[in-house]
């Protein structure tokens, strides 16, 4: 696949078929994410690989608790909603399921700074910058080899739990998870808003 149909092709995917992705595929995925660029020039980022159903439920414990009371207002957003409202309907509801029923969850940790979580300013914040490129990267690479991928972003201090129930060493830092599969074949869909370039492009001053 060539990289723009994988640029294009890329979605969020939160169904995923019951098939496990092979190894060989999962290490050239995470060989891509290891090609990002890099604040610091080190590519401090290690990757936690999540298959056996134990191990996965032992990190996802936290998301299961935190979604089904909201269930019957989100089923109501889904009809009655904007794009935006609708994704949040159609996402809430899976947070769990889209991991743990992926072949795979992969963790992406960081090497933090005390800068990270109190910037004061922009490059404060390269250690979290470089790892979202690394997650890119996977995205891209996974949609290339006919897989997707879904994502969450631990809330409050899940990620520092989960970090210590995979024996992450204190100063790396959990920016999502990622859930590696095959798409199933009814997969839901979230609306795309779409843009165009020439819409956004502001040539020589804003
Ligand atoms: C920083 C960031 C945080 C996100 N957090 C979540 C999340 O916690 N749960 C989830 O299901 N999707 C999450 N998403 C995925 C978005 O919902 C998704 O990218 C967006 O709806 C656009 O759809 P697409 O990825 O299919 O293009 C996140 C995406 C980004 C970039």
């Given at each position: 696949?060539d990289l723009?149909?994988?640029?294009?092709?890329?979605?969020t995917v939160r169904?995923f078929?019951?098939k496990?992705?092979?190894?060989?595929?999962?290490?050239r995925?995470?060989?891509?994410?290891l090609?990002?660029?890099?604040?610091?020039h080190?590519?401090?980022?290690e990757?936690?690989?999540?298959k056996d159903?134990?191990?996965k439920?032992?990190a996802?414990?936290?998301i299961r608790l935190?979604v089904?009371?909201?269930?019957?207002?989100l089923?109501?957003v889904?009809?009655?909603?904007?794009?935006?409202?609708k994704m949040?309907a159609?996402a809430?509801?899976?947070?769990?399921s889209?991991?743990m029923n992926?072949?795979?969850?992969?963790?992406p940790?960081f090497?933090?700074?005390?800068?990270?979580?109190k910037?004061?300013?922009?490059?404060s914040?390269?250690p979290i910058?470089?790892i979202?490129?690394v997650i890119?990267?996977?995205?891209?690479a996974a949609t290339?080899?006919?897989?997707a991928?879904s994502?969450r972003?631990p809330?409050?201090i899940?990620?520092e739990k989960?970090?210590?129930?995979v024996g992450?060493p204190?100063?790396?830092?959990?920016?999502?998870?990622i859930?590696?599969g095959y798409p199933?074949?009814?997969?839901?869909e979230?609306?795309?808003?779409?843009?165009k370039?020439?819409?956004k492009?502001?040539i020589?001053?804003?």
């Amino acid at each position: 696949m060539d990289l723009y149909e994988a640029i294009y092709n890329r979605r969020t995917v939160r169904d995923f078929q019951d098939k496990i992705v092979p190894d060989e595929v999962l290490t050239r995925i995470i060989n891509a994410g290891l090609q990002a660029p890099t604040h610091d020039h080190l590519r401090n980022w290690e990757f936690v690989i999540l298959k056996d159903k134990e191990d996965k439920e032992r990190a996802l414990q936290f998301i299961r608790l935190g979604v089904e009371p909201t269930l019957e207002i989100l089923k109501k957003v889904l009809v009655e909603g904007t794009p935006q409202q609708k994704m949040y309907a159609l996402a809430m509801p899976r947070q769990y399921s889209m991991l743990m029923n992926a072949s795979h969850v992969i963790l992406p940790f960081f090497k933090s700074n005390s800068g990270v979580l109190k910037p004061s300013c922009v490059s404060s914040l390269n250690p979290i910058s470089s790892i979202w490129c690394v997650i890119e990267n996977i995205f891209l690479a996974a949609t290339a080899e006919g897989l997707a991928c879904s994502m969450r972003i631990p809330v409050g201090i899940e990620g520092e739990k989960v970090a210590d129930i995979v024996g992450a060493p204190d100063n790396y830092l959990l920016p999502c998870y990622i859930g590696l599969g095959y798409p199933a074949e009814n997969k839901s869909e979230a609306e795309q808003i779409q843009y165009k370039a020439e819409d956004k492009m502001h040539i020589g001053k804003w």
